[in-house]
């Protein structure tokens, strides 16, 4: 977003000849000074919404006029077997990214995504709402992940476990699935990565979530509280909180926030640390929040489909490398990302599954397999590498 300064100058620019034309009108029509300042108000306020329902229409038309080239749109792409074969998330970006570099304000680059992604989201479930897999019950941070990335016109579907998204988008019952990867306080969620050792799934995207934690109870008091549910990474997340002001309560982990939310639900000495979507859905009162640590907490968490898609201009690339057992081997691995100009941006090693003491590297590089510079670093790479898997190429996340 440009400079707020100059955006604030300009709207109150904006503004001002409305109600000068408004007052005009009054002195025109012979009113008093004291009875135009009292009708002011009311006639500004009529004549402002009379606008205000005017671009409402207007809106409206051009909405429904883009849901209808969306629809032609889908139907040059010739018949396909499903709504996922019409998904181009190369393209969301692209069209997102335009709404930002335009954006002067007065709202956030992240509320004007929001309704763009909706208006998209609606766009693509003309054809047939996508099925996307999160780790459930309905709630957790995942659910609001993917109602970030998707909008709400899709298909949710709540799993039991990140294993489970995993297989519902291998056999076809889910189109993609949202699993988180990694928390700006916490590090990496290791079970995730692992599955990729595995997997013949590709990374089709990644959202970044602003994660913020309540502590959430039927009672709504603190004294009553004996017990703590909640998600391992949450309670590392609220750590210092909990010392502070429930040192002495039980902390019990639970497989997701929402489950402990639900458990939290069935007694008055009980609480869950979770998002406050948990407490509408389980009907908690919020006895405070946000209660994470770090203010800038935040979950990263990766899309995961069947294909990989094409660039979208600004993409990021991850990869799982498996090295040789020589000396240098991980130096000339990394080597030519440097040569070829690409910025690696995380590099984390887990063992391989392959052999004692054998490691597998996950590493982000900014770019895309279709670009040059990354086929030629990949081409490089290849002799001191054992394996190079290529999880995906994808949108860097946007707002
Ligand atoms: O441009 C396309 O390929 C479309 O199908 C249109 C559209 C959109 O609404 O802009 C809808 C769904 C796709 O995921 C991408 C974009």
Same mark, same amino acid.
């Given at each position: 977003?440009?400079?707020?300064? !100059? ?8 503004? !001002? ?5 408004? =007052? ?23 004549? $402002?919404?009379?606008?205000?329902? /005017? ?11 883009? =849901? ?12 396909? =077997? ?22 002067? /304000? ?11 992604? !909706?208006?998209? &989201? ?19 941070? &995942? ?81 009553? #509280? ?46 869950? #640390? ?12 919020? #006895?405070? /929040? ?27 690339? &991850? $990869? ?9 081997? $991980? ?9 070829? /100009? ?38 490089? $790479? ?18």
């Amino acid at each position: 977003m440009k400079d707020k300064s !100059e955006v604030t100058k300009r709207s109150k620019a904006n503004k !001002e000849p409305v109600v000068k034309k408004a =007052a005009a009108k009054n002195v025109a029509a012979g009113t008093d000074k004291k009875a135009s300042q009292t009708q002011l108000p009311a006639l500004d306020l009529a004549m $402002l919404r009379d606008r205000i329902d /005017g671009i409402d229409r207007h809106i409206q038309e051009l909405i429904v006029e883009r =849901a209808q080239f969306a629809n032609q749109v889908g139907k040059a792409k010739g018949k396909l =077997a499903a709504a996922v074969d019409y998904y181009r998330p190369e393209r969301e970006a692209q069209v997102l990214r335009r709404v930002v570099d335009r954006n002067d /304000g007065p709202l956030n680059d992240d509320v004007l995504v929001r309704l763009f992604r !909706e208006i998209m &989201s609606a766009c693509l479930a003309q054809q047939e709402p996508l099925k996307i897999g999160f780790l459930g019950p309905e709630g957790t941070h &995942s659910q609001q992940a993917v109602f970030k990335h998707f909008g709400h016109s899709i298909h949710g579907l709540p799993l039991g476990s990140i294993e489970e998204v995993f297989q519902e988008v291998e056999a076809g019952n889910a189109d993609f699935g949202v699993v988180p990867v990694e928390n700006s306080t916490q590090g990496t969620i290791q079970s995730t990565l692992d599955m990729f050792l595995t997997s013949k799934l590709k990374i089709c995207g990644e959202v970044e979530l602003r994660v913020h934690q309540h502590l959430l109870s039927r009672s709504g008091r603190i004294e009553d #509280i004996e017990r703590v549910y909640s998600h391992p990474q949450s309670f590392a997340q609220c750590k210092a909180w909990l010392r502070q002001y429930l040192p002495k309560a039980e902390k019990i982990a639970v497989a997701s926030n929402a489950e402990a939310a639900r458990r939290a639900r069935s007694s008055d000495d009980a609480a869950a #640390i979770a998002g406050i979507s948990a407490a509408n859905v389980y009907g908690l009162k919020s #006895i405070a /929040g946000p209660i994470e640590d770090r203010p800038d907490n935040t979950t990263r968490f990766l899309v995961i489909g069947r294909e990989l898609f094409s660039t979208s201009g600004n993409d990021r690339t &991850s $990869l799982l490398i498996f090295i040789k057992d020589q000396p240098g081997a $991980l130096y000339h691995v990394l080597a030519p990302f440097a040569k070829h /100009g690409l910025s690696m941006n995380r590099i984390e090693s887990r063992p391989g599954h392959t052999g004692l003491w054998q490691y597998a590297f996950f590493i982000d590089v900014g770019g895309h397999v279709q670009e040059e510079a990354m086929r030629h670093a990949l081409d490089e $790479l290849a002799d001191y590498a054992q394996q190079v898997k290529v999880l995906g190429s994808y949108p860097v996340a946007i707002a």
